[in-house]
């Protein structure tokens, strides 16, 4: 399987960005899909998750009301819109495909794509 994410980049402070995944070589409609981030000296930690079907998400608590994760089945493609940026939300983001059992369980991940938000 392959993930590969776009539209990482230098927003100021309570800005937009929209990243895209596009996933490959496995069945996408059948896997959860989700976002991961890590920020500069601090651990790994989950941001988003969705169901294969796209009819339920879930979410980092600090992300709630202004991440919004969604897929597109017909593309394979899975996107993370980020409104009201701050700044601690600087990180690296990771795609991910797995399964969601009470929590999210990744098991493929992409490269990541590098979000940082300016004060």
């Known amino acids: 399987v392959q993930l590969q994410a776009f539209g990482g980049g230098l927003v100021q402070a309570g800005g937009t960005l929209r990243l895209s995944c596009a996933v490959s070589g496995r069945t996408f409609r059948s896997d959860a899909t989700g976002w991961f981030r890590r920020a500069p000296g601090k651990e790994r930690e989950f941001v988003a998750a969705i169901n294969p079907s796209g009819s339920a998400s879930y979410y980092k608590d600090s992300v709630k009301g202004r991440f919004t994760i969604s897929r597109d089945n017909a593309k394979d493609t899975v996107y993370l819109q980020m409104n009201n940026l701050k700044p601690e939300d600087t990180a690296i983001y990771f795609c991910?495909?797995?399964?969601?059992?009470?929590?999210?369980?990744?098991?493929?991940w992409g490269q990541g794509t590098l979000v940082t938000v300016s004060s």
């Open positions: 991910t495909a797995g399964v969601y059992k009470g929590r999210y369980f990744p098991s493929s």
